[in-house]
């Protein structure tokens, strides 16, 4: 077997968002859930041939959400490590702040058993990668520095 180092790296790119909804008063975010075992994250994917990152996330977060969606601004990206049938990754996924304009997280793909919201302050804390989570807290700091009162009280 061949050792890390003399694995061939490739550099994939992907690219989704953090969706958000105002109920009421309360801002949420939405998270895509598998249960077994149990892990909640961001949604995000590959990008389909001649489509722009934009489009990409714009696709991927339909697809995985069941939610319409709204492309307001980047937000940061993240990188990390992995290996998977004798090669290493070092994958880049862009992410971008959404405001969901319609569907239904009932209408979500297989790719995860559940879509649910989430108030800030829970999705904060229920992601499941730090990297992620890092994310989700510069939205978090974005959309409170809309407009004066804190939204994720």
Same mark, same amino acid.
């Given at each position: 077997m061949a050792s890390e180092h003399d694995m061939r790296i490739e550099y994939p790119v992907s690219a989704g968002g953090v969706v958000y909804r105002r @109920?009421?008063? /309360?801002? @949420?975010?939405?998270l895509c859930?598998?249960?077994n075992p149990e892990s909640w994250r961001l949604p995000k *994917?590959?990008?389909?041939? *001649? =489509?722009?990152? =934009? /489009?990409?996330?714009?696709? =991927?977060?339909? /697809?995985?959400?069941?939610?319409?969606?709204?492309?307001? /601004? *980047?937000l940061d990206s993240i990188k990390y490590w992995f290996s998977a049938d004798g090669v290493r990754f070092h994958k880049t996924v862009h992410f971008y702040l959404m405001r969901a304009t319609g569907g239904s997280v009932d209408q979500h793909d297989p790719e995860f058993d559940v879509v649910r919201w989430f108030k800030t302050d829970v999705a904060e804390r229920?992601?499941?990668y730090k990297s992620e989570e890092a994310v989700v807290q510069q939205a978090i700091k974005v959309l409170n520095g809309?407009?004066?009162e804190r939204l994720d009280d």
């Open positions: @109920q009421g008063d /309360e801002l @949420q975010i939405v859930g598998h249960h *994917g590959t990008p389909d041939p *001649g =489509e722009s990152r =934009e /489009e990409t996330a714009l696709r =991927e977060v339909r /697809e995985e959400t069941g939610l319409d969606v709204a492309l307001e /601004e *980047g229920t992601v499941t809309r407009c004066p």
